[in-house]
């Protein structure tokens, strides 16, 4: 088979359908989760809201919400069996990944696999299985927690962000792979940046030049939260995105052409049609064909 063939069936691959009744949840979810994430910053000292005490009751708050919103967007986006099927599948591999690399350096090897599938699969089916697969590790490696419903939303944003990229139909070859490693290295350093905010409103009444002030202005408070990123997560976050630019300019030619045949073997965009069927046609002694 020629590179042209091969190139017309990549390009049948289709990503999973996503309906406008998909597209409002998921533009709900994002509201909400850039609320829950900034709340803090933009909460008056005197309004009771900026306190460490508050936040995990938020944070067991969004957990049912997250798992409302992958439900809703499984049975709006047009998942069949088949796309479950691949969306555990998938969910099972990135979080037997995450304990490879967790705690080492921030190498976490699932973010590259998040990248791909997003890619292929589209933002609505990657936005649910970076939840899913968040959830899928944490019950995995006990990391059960009130920071694991603000990982969910990170790496649904994370997975979902891959699928939104350009040229899914028809941008191949090294520009894809140049595109796919910028975008996970700074993907990765945005997970690391916005997973930062939910720990930072945590550390507070240290009094240190770094330390989260609910009675400061927001730009000063937006001054000791750059340092606290500087001096805290830095070095992961660099880690994370140096792991994932390595593994897509190495893997991802193999693991993009394996993805995209499932994608177009699974048919994804197909719709079952139903008709009355076909009545054999008459021969000219009256009988239909096979009568005696």
Same mark, same amino acid.
């Given at each position: 088979?020629?590179?042209?063939?091969?190139?017309?069936?990549?390009?049948?691959?289709?990503?999973?359908?996503?309906?406008? !009744?998909? /597209?409002?949840?998921?533009?709900?979810?994002?509201?909400?989760?850039?609320?829950?994430?900034?709340?803090?910053?933009?909460?008056?000292?005197?309004?009771?809201?900026?306190?460490?005490? *508050?936040?995990?009751? &938020?944070?067991?708050?969004?957990?049912?919400? #997250?798992?409302?919103?992958?439900?809703?967007?499984? %049975?709006?986006?047009? =998942?069949?069996? !088949?796309?479950?099927? @691949?969306?555990?599948?998938?969910?099972? /591999?990135?979080?037997?990944?995450?304990?490879?690399?967790?705690?080492?350096?921030?190498?976490?090897? =699932?973010?590259?696999? @998040?990248?791909?599938?997003?890619?292929?699969?589209?933002?609505?089916?990657?936005?649910?299985?970076?939840?899913?697969?968040?959830?899928? %590790?944490? #019950?995995?490696?006990?990391?059960?927690?009130?920071? @694991?419903?603000?990982? @969910? &939303?990170?790496?649904?944003?994370?997975?979902?962000?891959?699928?939104?990229?350009?040229?899914? *139909?028809?941008?191949?070859?090294?520009?894809?792979?140049? =595109?796919?490693?910028?975008?996970?290295?700074?993907?990765?350093?945005?997970?690391?940046?916005?997973?930062?905010?939910?720990?930072?409103?945590?550390?507070?009444?240290?009094?240190?030049?770094?330390?989260?002030?609910?009675?400061?202005? &927001?730009?000063?408070?937006?001054?000791?939260?750059?340092?606290?990123?500087?001096?805290?997560?830095?070095?992961? *976050?660099?880690?994370?995105?140096?792991?994932?630019?390595?593994?897509?300019?190495?893997?991802?030619?193999?693991?993009? !052409?394996?993805?995209?045949?499932?994608?177009?073997?699974?048919?994804?965009?197909?719709?079952?049609?139903?008709?009355?069927?076909?009545?054999?046609? !008459?021969?000219?002694?009256?009988?239909?064909?096979?009568?005696?």
């Amino acid at each position: 088979m020629s590179e042209k063939e091969v190139g017309a069936r990549e390009r049948a691959a289709r990503p999973v359908r996503l309906g406008p !009744k998909s /597209v409002a949840v998921l533009l709900l979810t994002g509201a909400v989760g850039v609320v829950a994430f900034g709340w803090p910053l933009l909460a008056g000292a005197g309004s009771g809201l900026a306190h460490a005490k *508050d936040a995990p009751w &938020l944070f067991a708050a969004l957990l049912p919400l #997250l798992v409302a919103v992958v439900v809703a967007t499984i %049975s709006e986006s047009g =998942m069949d069996a !088949k796309a479950v099927a @691949m969306l555990g599948v998938l969910a099972a /591999v990135g979080a037997a990944l995450r304990p490879l690399g967790a705690g080492t350096a921030g190498l976490e090897p =699932m973010f590259f696999l @998040m990248v791909l599938s997003g890619r292929v699969l589209g933002p609505g089916f990657g936005f649910v299985l970076g939840s899913v697969t968040m959830f899928a %590790s944490a #019950l995995l490696t006990g990391g059960v927690g009130p920071w @694991m419903p603000f990982q @969910m &939303l990170s790496m649904g944003w994370f997975t979902m962000g891959a699928g939104l990229l350009p040229g899914a *139909d028809r941008l191949r070859g090294r520009a894809e792979l140049a =595109m796919l490693a910028v975008y996970g290295c700074v993907a990765a350093f945005a997970y690391g940046t916005v997973m930062n905010l939910q720990g930072w409103v945590l550390v507070n009444g240290l009094h240190s030049g770094i330390s989260f002030d609910e009675g400061a202005p &927001l730009h000063e408070n937006l001054v000791r939260f750059l340092a606290y990123c500087a001096a805290t997560s830095l070095g992961w *976050d660099l880690g994370r995105a140096a792991l994932t630019v390595v593994l897509t300019l190495t893997l991802s030619p193999t693991l993009l !052409k394996a993805l995209r045949r499932a994608t177009r073997r699974a048919a994804f965009d197909a719709r079952a049609v139903f008709g009355e069927p076909e009545q054999p046609e !008459k021969q000219p002694g009256g009988t239909a064909p096979g009568s005696p």
